[in-house]
Each structure stands twice: as structure tokens, then as C-alpha cells.
């Protein structure tokens, strides 16, 4: 049961990380299903294992979806705090009904269940990046809440104004031009600094956003470079960008605006309504009547253009992918003459886009017409509800006009925060997606443990008894009980079928992985005790099939392997590695700028600016992992020359497809069903005339063909 539980829980871990709703009460019925003593779960072997699946399937539903860069009601906040608590619980609940005794039963779908539930915001994270900007912050807060006092001033100061004109028009006496000056220089100052105190805030508030999201950007991507292999097996490339970049941005959007305007709104709100009713309370009173409808009406058809504007974004994003897709492939586009095709995608999509833009520029245009007769229908309702009072001397033009402007005031502020929640929300999952990586430790850390000193280093290694499963496949066992012995300064060569788990050997001696169980050794100690840094900086020189280069210059990539090393060292690694020759014929030698992933070079050159990258730090082991394989008859001459002279004096293990290549190695060992059925000399392995000799013959026979 437990294995079926694992094996079937196993795919579950990719599966989408924003489940749907549905009703909680499927989770009910699935688990009386399970227990009922006249179901036949317990009879087929296949049960449990179909149970948890539909188990999942159901709580995904019934728990929740948890907040998206969409959803901003209160109603999804609360569903985002519950959502994952949901999950977690019925998780347990069904383990205990599905009598799931082992505790790593639990586990597995506890964790699958975390996997799939939304990620918290961490308020104590986002303290910690806006401590060392704490000053500048309350300066901003300061000024910004200095801003919205004036401004709830500049309207009661405007009916001042229009109270000596009304009183001039009405009496034509004294000196008009005495009388207006006093109140109007009093609003000019009051502009004057309210507009510093703006660009006072927003320049403040700007640089504690900038200096936030630097940082967050450099811990963010700190982590995870810092985090396992298995971490990067698990996660797209493309998402955790999308998290340094977009959702970066958009947290420091929300933040700032909710800082600025926020703050602004609220306080001009509530100033303002204080003024209106000090000005007028019966013309306050038909306000708060008519003025949250408005509001509303405008936050709901608002709220449906950014739905259709996310659409758009989307529609644009999909459109840029296919793009995307096609330049960066463009090679294997043009090599199946699939240009008109990939024409046809891209038109597909952009005209997607351009016809979901076109009504999102109609529904706007329909918006700003009606709050356009709306804005201008409260200030006619106003003006003659007001007119009304003035006739009835209950009160004065001033008055009115400071009631016209603070109401347009108080207008506004509502229009902004019903925006501002919405952008609260978006910014809140957005830096919950950020800080989920930030608190994130690696199982592997990559430094601490011991180092051997390199005169006492011998370079032998001890594979011992060891079992491994990827940790994204959790029920494909790749290595059963595999031992093997690399002996100093030996070459041992593994061959085998395809998928026999061969690589994995050599990803478990970089410690991309650790065992399951058994024990690696480096000259007799567990290399999980041994300082990582060093063993991968020092110790191991990793050359694979498809090398990787950087898109600097030659001489960079090379020294990518020992950053302190001199120009003499890079040059005699390449020769090392018989490259130099290759490299001084360029124009530029070794200045010569590779491209993307190195695209300018062959694979033959690639590969050899690559074995001198490993040379250059002078490793004890080198791991070659089917280095020649990609290359063609000539280059794989080239290249063998260069891995014959490297190898010399060091412990290697040759993970190795082509047969004929590793006849010389001290040790072969093929590996079948992961481990090994059989070790010698080639001479001992031929003369056996056991699974070696089959894949001789058939490597042969398909050369042939
Ligand atoms: N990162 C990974 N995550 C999950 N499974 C993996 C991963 N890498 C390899 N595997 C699986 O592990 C098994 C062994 O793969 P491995 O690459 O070690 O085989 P190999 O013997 O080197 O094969 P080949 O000769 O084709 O390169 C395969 O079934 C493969 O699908």
C-alpha cells in the first residue's frame, strides 16, 4: 500500500499549482466510499492507489483557488487564508480514513497538498527588506499625509476666494484687488507646498521601492541559485524568472501606490467629508446618497475593463511567446522550413490580441463617456441643489464652491482606493510568490563540511550500496544497491543500455542528488561531510555531452572554472586540451565572443573550450559523461586527443555510449536495471561474451547500417 501510495501520489507533484473550486463535500462522500464496509476499496490492489488520486482531484476542487493576480475580492482573501489550511487538514483526514499507518504516507500527501496550495506573504520578509530604508519610509509617509491635509484645505481656502468676488460683485465697495490679494496668496502658498511636499513623497517613496526591490531581486536570485538541482528538475525556468522580474515589479508597483496614494486617499476622504458637513450638511447628506452608487457602478464596470485588460496582457504575452519560441529555435524553424507555419501562429495570436484590445478601447471610451456625464451631472446637481440653499441664505457661493471641489475630492479618493484594493491584492500574492523562494533552503547546502588537503588527496571513490530515486519521480528507482570503486589515478568506464541510470552515477558524485541510501566516499569519507564549494570548485572536473559556454569571450568561459587564474593558465589549459590552436586562429583569439551558449563555435570546439574549463582547475577526478558522443568522426579524434592527454594522472569515470572510445580503461563496468552485472578489461569482457559482447555486436551492426 505504500508503494502504491507513493507511486501514485508521485505525479501528483506537477500537477497545476492553482487548483479550481468545487464542493468540499465530494471529499465526504469519497472517504465514506473508501471505509463503507460493502465497498469492494479494499479488495483490488489498485484501490488505494486510485483513491488518493481521486482523493487529490477532489480536494483540489473543494478546497480552493487561491488568489490569483485577478481575484480581489474579500471573499478570495479569505478563501487564500483558508485555502491551504482546507487542503491541509482533509489531506489528513484522508489519510486516517484510508488507514494510511506509515507516517511517510502522510507525508507524501501532506506535501503534495503544500505543493499545491498558494504561498503565504511573509510580513516579517518584507520588514526585513524595508528596515535599512525605515527613515526615508516615514519621511514619505510623513510628507505624503502632509500632501492630503493640504489638500483637504485648498477647497474651504477656495470658498474664501469666491466669497470676496461673490461679496465685490454683489456690493462693488472697497478695493477688490486688497481684498483678493490676502486669501489668494494664501492658496498660492498652500499650492507651493503642497506640490513640494508631492515631489517630496514621491521622490522618497520611489527610492525606498527601487532600493526594496534591488534587494529583493539580489536575495531572490542569491536563493536560488543556491537551491538544489532537484529545485530546478521540479521548476520551469521561465516561472522563477517571471518571479524576479514581473513579480518583483508588480510588488513594488502595488507597494508604492499603496504607500502613496493610499495614505492620501483615505486621509482626503475623511477630511473632506468632515468639510462637507461642516460647509453643509444637508447637501452632505444627498451626497452620501448619491456618491457611493456612483462609485460603485464605476469600481464594477472598472473592475470588468481590467479583467478584459489582463485578457489583453495575456493574449500579448502568448503571442510574444510564440515569437519567443521561434527566434530562439530559429534554426530548427528554418532547417524544417516551417517559417510560413510559424508566420501563421504568430499572426494567429497577435490578431487574438489586437481584437480583445479593440474592445477593451471600446468598453474604456464607453467608461470615460458615461463617468464623464456622471462627473459633470453631480457638479449640475450640486450647483442647483446648492443654489437652492444660497437662495434660501442658508448658504453662502463659497461655501458652495468648497463643497464643489471637496466633493470631487472625496470622488476621487473613493475611485482610487476601490483600485487601490484591487492592486493590494495583486501585489500581496505577487510578493508571496517572491518571498516563497526567499525563506527557501536547499537540502544540499552548499558550503560548511571538511575539505582533504590536496598533497594527502588520492582521488579514490567508494560508491556503497547505493539507491536512488529522482525526487520528481519518487516511485522510479534508478539505482538498486550499487556499489562500484573508482581506484586513484584508474579509469573506470561505465557502459549500458540507455536509461540504465549511468549519468545518475556521475550526478550523485557531483552531489546534484544525494543517495536515498548507501554512501559516496572520497578517500574513505562520506562526501554528504565534505565541504561542497570545494569538492565541485576543486575536487571534480564535470565534462557532459552538450557543454554549455557562457556568451562571453573564450578566454572568459575558460577561466569560469578558476576565476584567479592568470592568462598564462587559461592558455595552457587550452593547449591541454588542444585548443589553443583553434582559438589563436581567430581574429580576435582569445577575445572572441562565443554567442548565445557559445552558437559561433563547433560542437568539436565547443566541447575542447569546455574540457579546458575543467582542466584549469587542476581536478583530482574527472567525470566524463559521454563527451564525444554529439560529435562527428574528426572532432571526436580532436576532442579524444585532448581527454587521453587530460586524463593522465587522475581518478576518471567515463560514462561512455560509444564502445570503441573507453577499450583502453583500467575498468569497465556495465550497468543494466540499475547496477552492475558486469566488470573487467575489455579483453576479459569480450572474452566472456556476456551482455558487453551484445552491445559491441549490436553498436557494430548499427554503424554499419
Ligand atoms: N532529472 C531527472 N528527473 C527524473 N528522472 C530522471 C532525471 N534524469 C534522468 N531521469 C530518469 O532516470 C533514468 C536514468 O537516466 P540516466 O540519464 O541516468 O540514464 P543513462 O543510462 O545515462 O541514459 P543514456 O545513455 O540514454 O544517457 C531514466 O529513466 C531517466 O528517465
Not at 433 to 459: A, D, M, N, Q, W
Not at 508 to 526: A, C
Not at 584 to 605: A, I
Not at 636 to 641: I, S, Y
Amino acid at each position: 500500500m505504500f508503494q502504491l501510495l507513493c507511486r501514485r501520489a508521485a505525479p501528483l507533484r506537477s500537477l497545476s499549482l492553482y487548483p479550481r473550486c468545487n464542493k468540499p463535500a465530494d471529499l465526504w462522500k469519497l472517504s465514506r466510499w473508501y471505509t463503507s464496509p460493502g465497498s469492494n476499496a479494499h479488495s483490488s490492489s489498485q484501490k488505494p492507489g486510485n483513491a488518493i488520486s481521486h482523493f487529490w482531484s477532489l480536494t483540489r476542487k473543494a478546497a480552493c483557488r487561491p488568489v490569483t493576480r485577478t481575484s480581489k475580492t474579500p471573499h478570495v482573501v479569505l478563501r487564500y487564508i483558508l485555502g491551504p489550511a482546507v487542503l491541509t487538514v482533509s489531506a489528513r483526514v484522508f489519510c486516517h480514513v484510508a488507514h494510511c499507518e506509515e507516517d511517510v504516507n502522510h507525508n507524501t500527501v501532506i506535501d503534495v497538498v503544500a505543493k499545491n496550495s498558494a504561498p503565504e506573504f511573509k510580513w516579517h520578509i518584507l520588514w526585513e527588506f524595508v528596515k535599512p530604508q525605515l527613515f526615508a519610509l516615514i519621511g514619505a509617509v510623513v510628507l505624503a499625509f502632509g500632501a492630503a491635509i493640504l489638500n483637504i484645505q485648498i477647497p474651504l481656502m477656495l470658498g474664501d476666494l469666491v466669497n470676496v468676488v461673490a461679496r465685490y460683485l454683489r456690493e462693488h465697495t472697497g478695493n477688490y484687488i486688497h481684498e483678493i490679494r490676502g486669501p489668494a496668496l494664501k492658496l498660492l502658498g498652500l499650492y507651493g507646498i503642497q506640490g513640494l511636499l508631492t515631489s517630496g513623497y514621491i521622490i522618497l517613496l520611489s527610492r525606498v521601492g527601487e532600493r526594496v526591490a534591488a534587494d529583493m531581486r539580489k536575495t531572490l536570485f542569491a536563493s536560488l541559485l543556491r537551491q538544489d538541482v532537484a529545485f530546478f528538475d521540479a521548476n520551469k525556468t521561465g516561472q522563477l524568472v517571471n518571479r524576479l522580474t514581473a513579480d518583483i515589479q508588480e510588488f513594488k508597483s502595488s507597494f508604492k501606490l499603496v504607500i502613496s496614494q493610499g495614505l492620501r486617499s483615505i486621509t482626503q476622504t475623511v477630511g473632506c467629508f468632515v468639510s462637507l458637513y461642516v460647509i453643509s450638511p444637508k447637501l452632505t447628506g444627498l451626497t452620501v446618497v448619491v456618491l457611493p452608487c456612483l462609485v460603485g457602478a464605476g469600481a464594477l464596470i472598472g473592475s470588468f475593463l481590467r479583467r478584459l485588460s489582463r485578457l489583453a496582457q495575456e493574449q500579448v504575452a502568448k503571442a510574444t511567446g510564440v515569437a519567443d519560441e521561434a527566434l530562439g529555435n530559429v534554426r530548427t524553424v528554418k532547417a524544417f522550413a516551417m517559417e510560413e507555419r510559424e508566420l501563421r501562429l504568430y499572426a494567429h495570436e497577435v490578431d487574438k490580441s489586437c481584437e480583445i484590445n479593440e474592445n477593451l478601447g471600446a468598453g474604456i471610451a464607453i467608461f470615460q463617456g458615461l463617468s464623464n456625464i456622471a462627473l459633470n451631472c453631480i457638479v449640475l446637481g450640486t450647483i442647483f441643489a446648492g443654489g437652492t440653499l444660497i437662495s434660501n441664505n442658508e448658504l453662502s457661493p463659497g461655501d458652495l464652491m468648497s463643497f464643489l471641489v471637496a466633493s470631487q475630492t472625496v470622488q476621487r479618493s473613493l475611485a482610487s482606493i476601490s483600485i487601490l484594493f484591487g492592486q493590494m491584492v495583486r501585489g500581496l500574492s505577487s510578493g508571496a510568490r517572491v518571498f516563497e523562494y526567499l525563506g527557501l533552503e536547499p537540502t544540499i547546502p552548499l558550503s560548511g563540511g571538511g575539505r582533504i588537503p590536496y598533497h594527502s588527496l588520492t582521488g579514490r571513490v567508494d560508491f556503497m550500496n547505493i539507491s536512488f530515486s529522482y525526487p520528481t519521480r519518487p516511485g522510479h528507482q534508478v539505482l538498486k544497491r550499487f556499489n562500484l570503486t573508482l581506484p586513484p589515478c584508474k579509469t573506470v568506464a561505465i557502459v549500458g543500455e540507455s536509461g540504465g541510470g549511468k549519468s545518475t552515477v556521475a550526478s550523485l558524485l557531483e552531489r546534484f542528488y544525494d543517495p536515498t541510501s548507501g554512501v559516496i566516499m572520497l578517500d574513505g569519507l562520506d562526501i554528504r561531510t565534505l565541504d561542497l564549494c570545494w569538492l565541485r570548485g576543486q575536487v571534480i572536473g564535470f565534462i557532459n555531452q552538450e557543454p554549455v559556454l557562457f556568451g562571453s569571450s573564450i578566454m572568459e568561459n575558460i577561466r569560469f572554472g578558476k576565476p584567479e587564474a592568470t592568462d598564462a593558465e587559461v592558455i595552457n589549459a587550452a593547449k591541454q586540451a588542444n585548443a589553443h590552436r583553434f582559438i589563436t586562429g581567430f581574429p580576435d583569439g582569445y577575445n572572441t565572443v562565443v554567442g548565445e551558449r557559445g552558437v559561433t563555435l563547433s560542437g568539436g570546439q565547443k566541447q575542447r573550450v569546455a574540457i579546458a574549463r575543467a582542466l584549469i582547475k587542476n581536478p583530482s577526478i574527472l567525470v566524463l559523461d559521454e563527451a564525444t558522443s554529439a560529435l562527428d568522426a574528426e572532432s571526436e579524434r580532436v576532442v579524444q586527443e585532448a581527454l587521453d592527454r587530460a586524463t593522465r594522472g587522475r581518478t576518471v569515470l567515463i560514462i561512455a555510449h560509444r564502445l570503441s572510445t573507453i577499450q583502453g580503461a583500467d575498468l569497465i563496468c556495465v550497468m543494466s536495471n540499475g547496477r552492475i552485472v558486469e566488470a573487467g578489461t575489455h579483453l576479459e569482457l569480450v572474452s566472456k561474451g556476456g551482455l558487453y559482447s551484445d552491445l559491441i555486436r549490436r553498436q557494430r551492426a548499427e554503424g554499419q547500417r
